[in-house]
Every structure is written in structure tokens, then in C-alpha cells.
């Protein structure tokens, strides 16, 4: 289970959809205050799906990455895709493919 940190709040879990003003933590509801997301996730996360936050850091690898807008930073592997209309994507290997339409993609180096 990994540790996830939302606006400074912690939480747990592997599965994190947020959407229409709502955040969802393996299926269970959680409330976070202020109208600008940062998320920070230490350990590995299954899949992570995101309407809109200003930056998501991830210490770990991840199955799959889907944001609307926001930059994405991952200090692991990707199974599957990372996918954002509107942010850059930092990454090591990814197995699936990458695509934003409007910011940057790099690739780090082990």
C-alpha cells in the first residue's frame, strides 16, 4: 500500500481517481481542502486518473497515468501509458506509450 500525500494530508492506497471535484482513494471518498491539488506518492500505485492538479510526484513505479492537466513526475517505471492533455511528463520506462498535447516529455536515465 502506498502513502499518499494530497494538499499535506496523508492517505493510503493503490487506486486514486479524482474527478469533478472529488477524490477517491481505492473506493472510498476523501475530502481535501483548497482549490489547487498537489499530489505526492510515495510507493507504487496501480492506476492513477486525474481531471485537473498543479503537480503529481510519484516515488515508485505505476500500472498507468491519466490527467487532463497537470505535470507528472515519476522516480519509477510505468507499466502501461501515461497519458495528459495539458502538463509535462517526467519519467524512466515507460511500457506503454506517452502522449500530451501540450507540454514536455523526458526521459530520465538510471
Given at each position: 500500500m502506498s502513502t499518499i500525500n494530497i494538499n499535506g494530508k496523508i492517505y493510503s492506497g493503490?487506486?486514486?481517481?479524482?474527478?469533478?471535484?472529488n477524490i477517491v482513494i481505492d473506493g472510498n471518498s476523501v475530502i481535501v481542502e483548497g482549490k489547487e491539488i498537489n499530489i505526492s506518492?510515495?510507493?507504487?500505485?496501480e492506476e492513477l486518473k486525474v481531471d485537473a492538479c498543479q503537480k503529481i510526484s510519484i516515488s515508485?513505479?505505476?500500472?498507468?497515468?491519466?490527467?487532463?492537466?497537470?505535470?507528472?513526475?515519476?522516480?519509477?517505471?510505468?507499466?502501461?501509458?501515461?497519458?495528459?492533455?495539458?502538463?509535462n511528463v517526467d519519467c524512466f520506462n515507460v511500457g506503454g506509450s506517452i502522449s500530451t498535447m501540450s507540454g514536455n516529455i523526458k526521459m530520465k536515465n538510471k
Open positions: 493503490n487506486n486514486i481517481v479524482i474527478g469533478n471535484g506518492i510515495e510507493g507504487n500505485v515508485g513505479s505505476v500500472g498507468s497515468i491519466k490527467t487532463q492537466s497537470g505535470d507528472v513526475d515519476i522516480t519509477g517505471d510505468v507499466s502501461g501509458s501515461v497519458q495528459t492533455m495539458s502538463g
